[in-house]
């Protein structure tokens, strides 16, 4: 089958990294930016009194990818032999790698420092997002990148597509073409020969039969995550919330880079802390506190840049749309019987039918989930976070705008990229929303 | 107990009291919307299947017999308009059977066949062809305005051709029904096509599901009443995320129900009311199967993973 492209390695072309003590020093000089970065954020977070116990895991989880090394322990040879596989987006049916055998790890980039090395290696109006990701492959640091050989790039928007060639320079990658438009019947067959075609080029790359068993396997044990990930979210509906919104963007976000069945256990511990928590009635804030949605743009840790700004200026954040957060875990599996030709399908439509990524055309869909949400977490106001080069959710807003503003629902776009240089900036703009909405809020309460 | 299990009980007895009721004494009448077979014999039957005696009395040519159908029309229309869909996918003796295959398929991993878009579409005329061989037929019985001699064998048309009329006595141990006709070329030619419509279903039936029902006159004839049945399927256009679960779940491969964004009703003419697609929906209230407009049935984010994470 064709329908997964294999590029050859083009390293010899990669410009300026040719002399190895300048790209060593680089490359220290990088870890240090990024671990301070990383540590900023962490401990950060660490400052909350009353951070509950079972976020330590997730803490640390980021801790060991992006500062300690020799990084976490699923990479260290011998504990574990199996291959890395990095995924890009949020498309690539992770069952299919576990059952080859083989680790998946979501790469997309969300720090400054890597942005900058990217600045170098593509235009300048592309998104953050893919400068910051290309900045990590190309220095082959924290140690995930370094394990893993071969990177699978779906092609959703058009800085992402590009992005697959860009890294061909650096590593193995294989493109997988997402349907823009979902629902033909010509798209989602299409769609599934893909799925297929991954299947045997995974097995390939790690030269074990995806069987019958295997795949079953697998979707259980991910199953556990949409499961445990479902539970997260419902815990999270309750108005005043349980645990703060940068807290759960944390522990969703270092998913990308352990493995499922360690993620689970801790997420599932969370819960029931979590859990506990509501039952002793030890919520955060009060019915006064505005609800946000953080939309838009992903917010990719540790570029924690919003997220933390909205929860300073005393907002809660409800929930994320973002593809390494909420929408990433929502939608699970749904395969009722254990044959192949069954499961490939569960998965092809999994990963396909419900992602509302703007990337694809009509997307209706995710205006519907948007007001699903708004109502699920009693929403007050929504921050549209665009990152700039990210045309895409940029377009989706005026539609956003309007159904939201037909519910009562304040929507505030704020532009920016990796660069902290405007924060105080974006403070000023996100602290008069949010009074507002405090005191819509409070009025309305009386 | 989940619906997957209610439903096999369900089924499972109504399979018992239709072809083999009549041992105990059970008989329910002939106005049965579902393929309730009258060639299992007087002894054994518990029910017959509506276009039994609407056959036979059209073929009969007397106007007595005319107007004692409508009466059982009647209670046929009542039935259907009460449980609809409910009688293909919780009562008909050949939906078990066909169902009880699927089962066997599963346990031996043997995946199922989906038939492209196209394809479907074109054989949806099927059913059609069969509707009209069962109405128009027994009118040129009655009056053989030409061919008598063809007519004249040409008796049960639809019943001849009916996969159940084979398979239902076969099942219930009568081999001896269940062979060619040998009375004249135009019996042949029937029992010879009926027999061959009895193959296919069965081994359509192991390689997909619900393999007859796309074709099943029956199906039709429910889905004229769908505007006024009691039991419907609704779906919730904002709670549905689209994640194409509640089509790959279908038996019947229906796709409205997933695609559907504006109208609240997703009973479509195909569908046999299994609820698998409100069993498998991840969605809280996404769908919902109603009975005069109460709720009898939810989808739960809860029940989905209670479902999956322990099949
Ligand atoms: S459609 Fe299927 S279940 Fe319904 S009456 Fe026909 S054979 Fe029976
Ligand atoms: S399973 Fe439920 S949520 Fe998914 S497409 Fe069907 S109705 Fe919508
Ligand atoms: S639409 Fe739902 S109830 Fe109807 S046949 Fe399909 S799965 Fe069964």
């Known amino acids: 089958m064709d329908a997964t492209k294999y590029h050859k390695n083009y390293q010899q072309l990669s410009p300026d990294i040719k002399q190895e003590s300048t790209r060593q020093k680089r490359k220290e000089h990088f870890a240090r930016g990024v671990a301070r970065s990383v540590e900023t954020v962490l401990a950060g977070l660490e400052g909350n009194p009353d951070l509950p116990k079972g976020l330590n895991y997730f803490i640390n989880v980021m801790r060991d990818v992006f500062i300690n090394s020799p990084g976490p322990n699923f990479l260290e040879a011998g504990a574990d032999s199996r291959k890395i596989v990095g995924t890009y987006c949020m498309m690539i049916p992770e069952e299919l790698i576990y059952a080859a055998g083989a680790i998946p790890v979501r790469l997309s980039g969300g720090s400054y420092e890597a942005s900058c090395i990217g600045d170098e290696l593509v235009p300048r109006d592309t998104c953050p997002v893919v400068k910051a990701s290309i900045g990590f492959i190309s220095l082959n640091f924290p140690s995930v990148y370094e394990r893993c050989d071969v990177v699978i790039v779906p092609t959703t928007c058009d800085s992402k597509r590009k992005m697959g060639e860009e890294l061909s320079k650096f590593k193995d990658v294989w493109m997988i073409e997402v349907p823009h438009i979902k629902e033909t019947e010509g798209s989602r067959t299409r769609w599934l020969e893909q799925i297929y075609a991954l299947k045997e080029n995974l097995e390939k790359y790690t030269g074990r039969k995806i069987r019958r068993k295997n795949l079953d396997v697998s979707i259980k044990m991910i199953g556990q995550v949409w499961y445990q990930a479902r539970r997260f979210y419902e815990l999270r509906r309750l108005s005043p919330s349980v645990i703060f919104g940068q807290e759960a963007a944390l522990v969703l976000n270092a998913y990308s880079y352990d493995t499922a069945s360690s993620w689970t256990e801790a997420l599932a511990e969370l819960n029931n802390e979590l859990a506990e928590l509501c039952k002793k009635g030890c919520f955060i804030g009060n019915n006064d506190t505005p609800r946000i949605l953080l939309a838009g743009s992903p917010s990719v840790f540790p570029n924690w840049k919003i997220p933390s700004l909205i929860e300073e200026m005393g907002a809660m954040i409800a929930t994320e749309e973002s593809c390494l957060g909420d929408r990433y875990f929502y939608d699970p599996v749904g395969t009722t019987e254990q044959t192949m030709k069954d499961m490939m399908a569960g998965l092809g439509s999994r990963y396909l039918m419900p992602c509302i990524c703007p990337s694809f055309a009509p997307n209706e869909d995710r205006l519907y989930r948007l007001l699903q949400i708004a109502e699920d977490f009693e929403i007050d106001g929504i921050i549209y976070h665009v990152l700039k080069g990210c045309i895409i959710y940029d377009f989706e807003l005026i539609r956003v705008e309007k159904i939201m503003k037909e519910r009562g629902i304040a929507v505030l776009r704020i532009e920016t990229d990796y660069n902290p240089e405007d924060v105080e900036q974006i403070r000023t703009r996100v602290e008069a929303f949010i009074e507002v909405l405090k005191v819509k809020k409070k009025k309305r309460g009386e | ?311």
């Open chain 2, 1 to 311: 107990m989940n619906v997957t299990k209610l439903r096999w009980t369900v089924l499972t007895a109504s399979f018992l009291i239709l072809t083999f009721g009549g041992l105990i004494g059970i008989y329910l009448g002939d106005f049965l919307p579902t393929f309730a077979c009258a060639f299992v014999g007087g002894e054994k039957v518990g029910g017959i299947c509506f276009l039994y005696p609407m056959q036979a009395a059209l073929e009969s040519a007397k106007w007595q017999e005319y107007k004692s159908i409508l009466v059982t029309f009647f209670f046929f229309s009542l039935l259907i308009i009460v449980f609809g869909r409910v009688w293909c996918g919780w009562i008909c003796p050949l939906g078990f059977i066909q169902d009880f295959l699927d089962l066997i398929r599963r346990k031996l991993h043997i995946d199922y066949i989906r038939f492209p878009q196209k394809l479907r579409e074109g054989l949806k005329s099927i059913k059609w062809i069969f509707l009209f061989i069962a109405l128009l037929i027994p009118l040129w019985v009655a009056f053989p305005f030409f061919a008598p001699d063809v007519a004249r064998d040409m008796r049960m048309p639809f019943c001849s051709l009916c996969p159940a009329r084979y398979i239902l006595p076969m099942v219930s141990g009568d081999y001896l029904r269940v062979g060619i006709d040998f009375k004249s070329a135009t019996s042949i030619t029937m029992s010879a096509l009926g027999i061959i419509f009895s193959a296919l279903t069965i081994f359509g039936a192991l390689l997909k599901r619900r393999f007859f029902c796309s074709y099943c006159p029956m199906v039709l004839f429910i889905s004229f009443y769908k505007k006024i049945g009691f039991v419907r399927l609704k779906k919730n256009i904002q709670k549905c995320t689209r994640c194409e679960i509640c089509y790959n779940v279908c038996p019947m491969e229906i796709e409205d129900v997933f695609k559907e964004r504006e109208k609240e009703d997703v009973t479509f003419a195909d569908c046999i009311m299994c609820l698998k697609c409100v069993e498998s929906c991840p969605e809280d209230d996404a769908l919902q199967a109603t009975f005069l407009g109460k709720t009898i049935f939810r989808s739960t984010w809860t029940g989905f993973f209670k479902g999956t994470l322990n099949r």
